[in-house]
Each structure stands twice: as C-alpha cells, then as structure tokens.
C-alpha cells in the first residue's frame, strides 16, 4: 500500500466510543469509513443518519462482524466493542487478513492477549491498541524528562483513577430489547439473561464482560504508570479493595488499591502503586484541580507547547473534577502527568516547580500511517506492550478477587504456586460459549 492510496476501515461498536472512532477517521485524509458493525438495528441506523449530516459516503452495514471479515475489500477494522469481545474479534480480523485497531483493554483475560500477541505476530498484521498516551506529543515529553534523569532514578509510579461514578441501582431480567441480536452480543459471555445493568456501558461492572475501572478508564494510566517506569511485566502483585456505598448490581470494586514489585533493568527494585476511588476524594499531585487542557482532535497534529521552566497555572479549581493521570518519584523531585497531554514537575527539597508541557496525539492517525508504510516498529501502542499492562489490570483482578499476593514469573507469564490463580488468568473454569472460543492455535 502506497502512501496516497485510500485506506477502507470497517468500525465495529457504534454506539459509544466507537463513535469517536467514526468522527475521528472521518478527519483523517485518506480514510473512507467503508462499513459499520453493530448488533443494535437503531444504532446502525443513528449513525448513518450522523455520517449523512456531514455528507460523508453511506458504508455498507453489518449486524454480524464474522460477515463483515468476509469482504476482501476492507482493509482494516476499528473495535469499540465491550472488553469482552476484543481480543476474539482482533484474532478473527488477522486471520482474515485485515489490520486492527482495538480498544483498550486489549483482552479480558490475560490468555487471550497471549493469543492476540501470537496471532499478529504469525499474520504479520499492522494492530493498535487503543491507549492513545503512548501517541501524546505532550506525554512523550514527560517520559522523555523521565528518561534523561530530571528527577533521578525514578523507583515509584503512581497510577490515579479517582472519577465520580454514581450507583448503578438494580434491574430485573426482562424481554430483549427490539432490533438488538443479544446472542452475538454476548459472544464468549454465558447468558444469564437480559438486564439493562449488563447492557449499555454498564457491562463494565460484572465480570463475565468487563474488569471493573482499573480495566476501564485505569489501563491508561495503568500503561503510562509502567511506561514511565521503565519496566516490563511485575514479579509480585498484592491488591485489595470492596464494592463500597453503594447496594446495587455492581459486582467489581470500586475501590482497589493495587502494589506491583518489579526488577528494574539495572537490577533495583521497582515499584508501582495503582488506585481506583469513586465518589468522592482528594486531588494528588493537583492532578484534576484544574480545568481539561485544550487538546486538539484526534487525527490532526498536534506538537507540544515549549517546556516553560516554571509550572503554570492550567486553570480554574473545580471541586467535582476526576483526578485521573500519573506521578513519578525520584531522588531529585516528582513528575505529575494530567489529562493525557498535560505535565508538570516539581524539584528539590523545596519542592520548587520545574519544567512543564503539554500537547495533544494522533493516535488513530498514527495507526493510518502505519498500515501505509507496513513498520510496526512506527506503532504508537503495539500490541505487546498492551498485553504487559492488561497483563498487570488481570493480576491485580485475581489478587483482589482471590484475597492474597500473586508471585509472578515474567518469562512463563505465570503465577508461581498457584493455579487457581492460572485458572482465573486463562478464564478456565467458565470457557467460552461453542462458536466464540478463543483458539489454542491462532
């Protein structure tokens, strides 16, 4: 493929983010939206209605994503689909020898990332994972920092996912919506029966389809934490949490504070500290007193503003705001990362306000770029960095679910002395459902 030639993506999941995906290419020169997938007839029809208003082409429609592979002239997939689905359907699309991009988390268990690695390195397919800081022009410049030593040797990331997030209440099982095709919405997941609480986006919070918010907003921070960090898969996880406040239908924490050991690359210890908070909380770092910088849209440039060399006010406080980002400690001061693009530092004893920066990313633009040149190594979140941090939110789910610390071995990617740990990390003991499989061989 030439870097002119137009490239036709099929977007998959089209009622939430995945209609970021639509406006997003949509803007990306060369691009033409070719299909869309849903299993919800009035969601098919919605956004049609949405690409009509902006005059774009009408793409071909799907309510079965196995039909949609079958088209030879569809270069690549977007999903956008719940957790549940995306490491299968990524599989499926590189065996029918489409590129991907899949939505954060790449996986549900950590088995099927194993298999998802496999599958895009045996297919040799262009795949993106959807944890758009690794793109951030303005986050690229905080590691950069981190790299070249303005804090020290840095021995501790922070990952911070505190968003207020109401109950959910409670639902009865009643009767299948009309137009929604729930068997292939539920795929792998067992039928328990329909309930609005296990439907639309709330499906994050049971964990036949979702891994609670460390698997949710948290694999961004979780990624970047580890990013920062410099290091690889952990060799201890101990986490600890309880579903608080709330009597409703919820079944993950929210309320998890996680501990990750590693082996740094020069052989001292590192460590990662993970917390998911809802409801009502304190700011750290001042990451979430101020007002979401200005980010351009994705798929347009984007460059960072010149690192200023005392830190700015950002913004007007705001006492309902989510604290979500990263901080960074070393012997010389501390780094704090905000809103995907933002980052300020503070250094010595005195805590004295040093560089700071932002600017936005091209993430889906930067996965176009790519499929065009065939360079993996361009990636801005190849798969198999992915997997290391989905990897890290599936242990620190089956720590807290099984109540004790997990001794992780990095070259077998398994929990040592522990097998129902392993059961849990490969969803042994409930499978998947006949026709939605993951394959032993890809």
């Known amino acids: 493929m030439g870097s002119n030639d137009r490239v036709r993506v099929a ?19 060369g691009v033409e939206i070719a299909a869309l997938c849903d299993i919800d007839e009035s969601v098919i029809r919605m956004r049609l209605q949405d690409l009509e208003k902006i005059d774009a082409p009408a793409p071909k429609t799907y309510g079965d994503y196995r039909k949609l592979l079958e088209d030879k002239s569809i ?29 954060k988390p790449l996986s549900h268990t950590w088995w099927e990332g194993k298999q998802l690695v496999a599958a895009v390195s045996k297919y040799n397919r262009i795949v993106q994972h959807g944890t758009q800081c690794r793109s951030s022009v303005g986050v690229k410049q905080a590691v950069q920092h981190l790299r070249d030593g303005l804090v020290g040797d840095v021995y501790m990331a922070r990952g911070l996912c505190y968003k207020w997030r109401d109950t959910i209440g409670k639902k009865p099982i009643e009767a299948v919506p009309a137009g929604v095709n729930y068997d292939l919405w539920l795929g792998p997941a067992p039928d328990l029966g329909f309930t609005r609480n296990r439907f639309h986006y709330n499906w994050h919070w049971f964990w036949d ?29 101990s986490a600890m949490g309880a579903h608080v406040m709330f009597d409703d239908d919820q079944q993950t924490p929210n309320l998890l504070s996680c501990n990750f050991e590693f082996d740094g690359p020069d052989s001292k210890r590192r460590i990662l500290q993970f917390e998911v908070r809802h409801w009502i909380t304190n700011n750290e770092a001042e990451i979430g007193k101020f007002g979401k910088s ?9 460059t960072a503003k010149p690192a200023s060399s005392k830190a700015a006010p950002l913004g007007s406080p705001s006492a309902k705001k989510n604290t979500i980002g990263n901080i960074y400690y070393g012997p010389k001061g501390y780094l704090a990362i ?10 010595g004893e005195a805590a004295e306000p040093g560089p700071s920066g932002q600017g936005g990313e091209r993430h889906f633009a930067n996965f176009i770029d790519c499929v065009r040149s065939r360079k993996k190594e361009d990636l801005g979140a190849p798969v198999e960095e992915g997997h290391i941090s989905c990897t890290m939110v599936h242990l620190a789910n089956v720590s807290y679910r099984l109540g004790r610390t ?14 129902e740990a392993n059961r849990l990390l490969r969803n042994a003991d409930r499978g998947y459902r006949r026709g939605f499989e993951i394959p032993e061989n890809v």
Not at 11 to 29: C, M
């Open 294 to 302: 200005s980010v351009p849209p994705a798929g347009l440039s984007a």
């Open 75 to 103: 270069d690549a997939v977007s999903i956008a689909t719940p957790n549940h689905w995306h490491s299968l359907m990524a599989i499926w699309a590189c065996q029918a020898g489409k590129d991907v991009y899949v939505e």
């Open 406 to 419: 997990l001794n992780f071995d990095p070259k077998t990617e398994q929990v040592i002395g522990d097998e």
């Open 209 to 237: 389809t979702g891994n609670g918010d460390v698997g949710n907003q948290g694999i961004h921070e979780m990624d970047t934490a580890r990013w920062g960090l410099g290091v690889k898969f952990p060799t201890k996880v």
């Open 338 to 347: 905000q809103d995907y693009d933002t980052y300020r530092t503070w250094l």
């Open 11 to 29: 977007i998959v999941g089209l009622r939430g983010r995945g209609f970021d995906h639509i406006k997003t290419y949509h803007g990306i020169p």
